[in-house]
Every structure is written in structure tokens, then in C-alpha cells.
């Protein structure tokens, strides 16, 4: 059985750079696509950024486009979260979720495979 483990959420000023982890392990098969969302308190859970395994192609929500870069090391079966420039409304529990099941990626409910989440809190 699959699993997701995130790391690296912390606190950090506006301005301020993050690299968050997910390290994936127990899966038999190819994971084409991984992602990344969040939840901030009282809100939906959103797409960050998705990256199509394979190619390494990378989509970005666009509120993080420009500031983010999700990548991955396959060797290791772990997905990266770059963020830069954070801003207050960063601030979420961030999620890496996985086995996409459907067209949109910036549907949570499209994924069926998540990891416990990791905070990130960014002062103004």
C-alpha cells in the first residue's frame, strides 16, 4: 500500500523562501502524476502545482505561478515543492497528493492517494 510523507513546512516573514518534501514509498507502479495542494483554515482545499512524472512537465495554479517549481527525484521516489517570495495568503497546511483519476487536476477529489500535510505559516 502506498504512502505519502511530507516535510520542510515551517515559518517563515514574507519574502521568504520554503522547500517542502514528499517522499513516496510502497507504490508498484508508476505514479505519472504527483501534486501538490493546500488548505488554509476555513477553505477549500486548492491545486498548487502538478507535475506529469514521466516528461517531468510541471502546471502551476496561478496564484503561485512565477514564485513556485515543483519538481521530483526519481531515484529517491520524492516530489519537491520550491517556494519563493511567500506571502501571508501562503500561509495552509500543504498536501501531496497522487493517482489521479480524472481531468482536472485542481479537484482534490481526483486524486485518491494523500499524505498527512505539513504547515506553512508565513508572517507579515
Known amino acids: 500500500q502506498g504512502k505519502l510523507v511530507e516535510s520542510g513546512g515551517g515559518s517563515v516573514q514574507a519574502g521568504g523562501s520554503l522547500s517542502l518534501s514528499c517522499a513516496a514509498s510502497g507504490y508498484t507502479y508508476n505514479l505519472n502524476y504527483m501534486a501538490w495542494f493546500r488548505q488554509a483554515p476555513g477553505k477549500e482545499r486548492e491545486g498548487v502545482a502538478l507535475i506529469y512524472t514521466p516528461l517531468g512537465i510541471p502546471t502551476y495554479a496561478d496564484s503561485v505561478k512565477g514564485r513556485t517549481t515543483i519538481s521530483q527525484d526519481n531515484a529517491k521516489n520524492t516530489l519537491y515543492l520550491q517556494m519563493n517570495n511567500l506571502k501571508p495568503e501562503d500561509t495552509a497546511m500543504y498536501y501531496c497528493?497522487?493517482?489521479?483519476?480524472?481531468?482536472?487536476?485542481?479537484?482534490?477529489?481526483?486524486?485518491?492517494?494523500w499524505g498527512q500535510g505539513t504547515q506553512v505559516t508565513v508572517s507579515s
Open positions: 497528493a497522487t493517482e489521479f483519476v480524472g481531468s482536472d487536476w485542481t479537484n482534490p477529489g481526483k486524486f485518491r492517494s
